[in-house]
Nanobody, 122 residues
Framework: VQLVESGGGLVQAGGSLRLSCAGH????????IGWFRQAPGKGREAVSC????????FYADSVKDRFTISSDNAKNTVYLQMNSLKPEDTAVYYC????????????????WGQGTQVTVSS
């Protein structure tokens, strides 16, 4: 399984970014793709997840109503649309794979991408 994230960058507070996670090496009819983030000096936290069986699995409270997860199975890609970004959203964002369902446990995910940096300036 290989995951490749893209779409990170530098944005001002209140701005938007869309992250992409392109997946290879697994069937897109049985998957859970989670987005996680890790800020400097902090642990990795779950942001959102989507699966082939349950649609959207969860959103962290800190991103509800601002972030939207979606998938394009034809492209084997999962997206994270991030709106109304805040400086506290600054982190390296990772996508990760496991078989369905979504679980809010970092260690439950089997394969990880390399991460993409998101920096939100105030």
């Amino acid at each position: 399984v290989q995951l490749v994230e893209s779409g990170g960058g530098l944005v001002q507070a209140g701005g938007s970014l869309r992250l992409s996670c392109a997946g290879h090496g697994f069937t897109f009819d049985d998957y859970a793709i989670g987005w996680f983030r890790q800020a400097p000096g902090k642990g990795r936290e779950a942001v959102s997840c989507i699966s082939s069986r349950q649609s959207t699995g969860f959103y962290a409270d800190s991103v509800k109503d601002r972030f939207t997860i979606s998938s394009d199975n034809a492209k084997n890609t999962v997206y994270l649309q991030m709106n109304s970004l805040k400086p506290e959203d600054t982190a390296v964002y990772y996508c990760a794979f496991r078989r369905s369902p979504c679980i809010v446990v970092v260690a439950a995910y089997d394969s990880w991408g390399q991460g993409t940096q998101v920096t939100v300036s105030s």
